[in-house]
């Protein structure tokens, strides 16, 4: 079964500090790793990630994957209040199902992040 | 660009009664759209496929004689809960995929999501 578990499932911290949020993946057929940011409506997408060691860098955020280690980082530099939201890491996957192939997203459970003022 | 709207935004029905919840892609084209269920504080779920003119595919667990998916054209996928009840109470979000591309992320777009209670 495809799973991806991500850690912690809460953080909370003040503003100005740097948060790393954890993404493990155990799945077939990979095919991306994908990290969004949702507040309280639709994910907003945030990186996609497929190559190992490359990092990818937005602003205060930046991400890494590791497909010998099976996992990705999502770093949070000098956060603010306006970053707390639900973090969610997702791996696109091609699925198999009776014959036909379809790739489909698989998400970890999310970490809810709570930046204080 | 790549706009994905969902309606009703939120609905309240009463236990049996069937809500049908629509997602277009507003400015391109979408061969396929997918449906998610999210529970308070958990992640999304991802309840079938949808792709235009075929049947959609279903996960494991999802009844589809309950929660009926049509994609009649490239920009409207709709999602029918059947004889509702209160443990499908829940928000539902949908994805489009813009037609021609492969990978998601940049090119799969998320709807605003439909909060159901029912009641």
């Known amino acids: 079964e495809d799973k991806v578990v991500q850690s912690p499932l809460s953080l909370v911290v003040h503003e100005g500090d740097t948060v790393t949020l954890n993404c493990s993946y155990e799945?077939?057929?990979?095919?991306?790793l994908l990290w969004y940011k949702q507040e309280k409506k639709a994910p907003t997408f945030l990186f996609m990630l497929?190559?190992?060691?490359i990092e990818k860098k937005s602003g205060r955020l930046s991400s890494i994957l590791d497909k010998k280690e099976l996992f990705s980082i999502l770093n949070i530099t000098a956060t603010q209040t306006g970053d707390s939201a639900i973090y969610l890491c997702?791996?696109?996957?091609?699925?198999?199902?009776?014959?036909?192939?379809?790739?489909?997203?698989?998400f970890g459970q999310g970490t809810i992040l709570t930046v204080h003022p | 660009g790549a706009v994905v709207s969902q309606h009703p935004s939120w609905v309240i029905c009463k236990s049996g009664t069937s809500v049908k919840i629509e997602c277009r892609s507003l400015?391109?084209?979408?061969?396929?759209m997918f449906w998610y269920r999210q529970f308070p504080k958990q992640s999304l779920m991802l309840m079938a496929t949808?792709?235009?003119?075929?049947?959609?595919?279903?996960e494991q667990g999802v009844e589809k004689d309950k929660f009926l998916i049509n994609h009649a054209s490239l920009t409207l996928s709709t999602l029918t809960v059947t004889s509702a009840h209160p443990e499908d109470s829940s928000f539902y979000i949908c994805?489009?995929?813009?037609?021609?591309?492969?990978?998601?992320?940049?090119?799969?777009?998320f709807g605003p999501g439909t909060r159901l209670l029912v009641l």
């Open positions: 994805s489009a995929r813009l037609a021609g591309t492969s990978p998601p992320g940049e090119t799969q777009y």
């Open positions: 799945v077939t057929n990979f095919r991306s």
């Open positions: 497929t190559s190992s060691g």
């Open positions: 997702a791996v696109h996957l091609l699925h198999n199902a009776g014959g036909t192939s379809y790739g489909k997203l698989t």
């Open positions: 400015d391109f084209q979408a061969t396929t």
């Open positions: 949808s792709n235009e003119g075929s049947k959609a595919t279903y």
